[in-house]
């Protein structure tokens, strides 16, 4: 898990992008996070990545408390229950099969 992480930190910390919703589920993504108040140094960018991410931990077997340290990691400083609502709106958005 610890490589799986450190990858997921870099990758987000050389990526950078402007902020926008390629798709409809990047948006509806993102209105959940907002809704909640959730926001990341790296803009929407960022979290729609961290979304993506969440999703091919858990295809790669990872569990959602191991989905949500990744999160916590890359997250600005997210509380757990921050942490939580993201991987939950990921999990809805992107890959609804991991809801549990």
């Known amino acids: 898990m610890t490589k799986a992480i450190l990858a997921v930190a870099a990758a987000l910390t050389f990526s950078s992008g402007v902020a926008h919703a390629d798709s409809d589920e990047d948006?509806?993504?993102?209105?959940?996070?907002?809704?909640?108040g959730l926001t990341a140094q790296g803009g929407d960018q960022t979290m729609?990545?961290?979304?993506?991410?969440?999703?091919?931990?858990?295809?790669?077997?990872?569990s959602e408390n191991a989905a949500i340290g990744m999160a916590k990691l890359n997250g600005n400083s997210f509380s757990d229950q921050d942490a939580k609502v993201l991987v939950t709106s990921a999990e809805a958005a992107y890959c609804p099969e991991y809801i549990s």
């Open 27 to 36: 948006a509806a993504f993102l209105r959940a996070l907002h809704k909640q």
């Open 48 to 62: 729609i990545k961290i979304g993506h991410m969440v999703c091919d931990l858990r295809s790669d077997g990872y």
